[in-house]
């Protein structure tokens, strides 16, 4: 019996490698993968022998694309309760920090989330994770901040990290203990922050689930010196920084975001140029979030056009959550992030794969079609890469394989033509 290197090979599918700005296409392609890392990459054409000779098993994939499983760098899913009477608030004219500054908005999630017991977190965070994952997500950052107490924080990062049992996905948790001051603590604002830092945060790196450290910072939340604490706190034991940045307004967010060595500012509607360039000398990637925007009918755009001419790079994510993005749906956000924020689909996709990877600081794991990275691929029946971001509907993911291993099959849709391949 001839030695067959390769577990499994697709061919017949065109690739979308995710490697330049030009997304790395290669047509009429093939990719192989063996123990759960991708072995092979490249034109069909230069296979080194017959497919069937390379790997136990050879799928045909009838012209369908090939991307990157994708990565959603920015969520909030674990939560209690709902937020539908903001929605309707918000709707008759009450504006997102108005709600808040009212005892709604970010603290009745923490209410609702402080009642619920881990179970029910689980369960509910797991259907929105499959709704990503239907989506052909395969990495999922979560974010705790609905617990804003030394307990609540830990159970949301727990049931975070749990949420790999339940999805195909593997998900990076972040502490966001710096959502919004409790109302216990609201005219003792620095004991807070002192409570975040000199508790929370070690008591997280204990349980070892967080791999990051985020603050909100805004007028509604935490003031730069508060963030700034918060993350210096974090960063220094270890954890990779995150900051929610001038959504709201200019508080110098990814300036210092940058001038704390921070991996990623979010948000960015009220990014100053000086911002943008802060950011960009310091390679501090930006994540849009045009759900969050989109949801509360924001009066700006961030500069994408800045952070584009600055070479930024530039992530998108859904910011699912119950307040700002209640969006699962990842066809959506690549919408908006063309139509809304003016990306070109080429920037929505190298959003979710390898700008997003690097946000996570996994893009030496994952985010591209490269050998030895990991072989999570997301199979789309679409003729052309931006449908993926031009056609809001059903998701036409048609299989989706995690860790090499086929975990989605036999989905798609027929909405597109798709343009026969050359198959060897
Ligand atoms: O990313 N901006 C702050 N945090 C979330 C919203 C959380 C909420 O409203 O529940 C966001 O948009
Ligand atoms: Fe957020």
Redesign the pocket.
């Known amino acids: 019996m001839p030695h067959i290197p390769w577990d499994r090979l697709w061919t017949g599918v065109n690739l979308a490698t995710m490697t330049d700005p030009s997304m790395g296409i290669v047509r009429d392609g093939a990719i192989a993968c063996s123990g759960g890392r991708i072995a092979w990459v490249g034109r069909a054409a230069d296979l080194p022998a017959e497919p069937e000779r390379l790997a136990a098993e050879v799928i045909r994939g009838g012209g369908a694309w090939l991307t990157p499983g994708f990565i959603d760098c920015h969520t909030?899913i674990v939560f209690g309760g709902d937020?539908t009477a903001d929605f309707r608030r918000r709707l008759l004219g009450e504006s997102y920090a108005d709600i808040a500054r009212a005892g709604g908005?970010?603290m009745s999630?923490v209410r609702a989330t402080r009642r619920a017991s881990n179970e029910e977190l689980t369960v509910r965070a797991a259907a929105r994770a499959a709704e990503l994952s239907a989506w052909g997500v395969t990495t999922i950052e979560i974010k705790s901040g609905y617990g804003l107490d030394p307990g609540t924080e830990l159970r949301m990062l727990e049931v975070a990290a749990g949420l790999a049992r339940h999805v195909p996905a593997d998900i990076s948790p972040t502490l966001l203990a710096a959502?919004t001051i409790p109302p216990e603590y609201a005219d003792r604002r620095r004991e807070y922050v002192r409570l975040v830092v000199e508790e929370i945060v070690p008591a997280a790196l204990e349980q070892d689930h967080a791999t990051a450290v985020d603050a909100?910072c805004?007028g509604i939340a935490f003031t730069p010196d508060e963030a700034c604490a918060v993350l210096e706190a974090g960063m220094a034991a270890g954890l990779h920084g995150r900051l929610?940045a001038d959504?709201l307004s200019d508080l110098g967010g990814g300036a210092l975001a940058a001038s704390l060595g921070a991996r990623s500012a979010d948000?960015l509607e009220y990014l100053s140029p000086e911002g943008v360039r802060a950011m960009a000398a310091a390679d501090v990637c930006a994540v849009l979030?045009p759900g969050?925007a989109h949801t509360l009918g924001a009066d700006r755009r961030p500069p994408v056009g800045a952070l584009r001419r600055e070479g930024v790079t530039m992530a998108l994510a859904t910011?699912a959550?119950?307040?700002?993005?209640p969006i699962t749906h990842v066809g959506m956000i690549l919408n908006l992030g063309c139509i809304l924020f003016g990306m070109s689909p080429e920037e929505a996709l190298l959003g979710f794969t390898a700008a997003a990877a690097k946000v996570l600081c996994l893009e030496r794991d994952r985010g591209t079609l490269e050998p030895g990275k990991r072989a999570d691929l997301a199979l789309w029946s679409v003729a052309d890469p931006a449908d993926l971001c031009y056609w809001v509907g059903a998701s036409p993911l048609a299989s989706l394989v995690k860790d090499g291993a086929i975990v989605v099959a036999g989905g798609g849709n027929t909405k597109w033509p798709l343009r026969r391949v050359k198959t060897t």
């Open positions: 909030h937020r908005g970010i999630t959502h909100f805004e929610h959504q948000h979030l969050a910011d959550n119950p307040g700002s993005s």
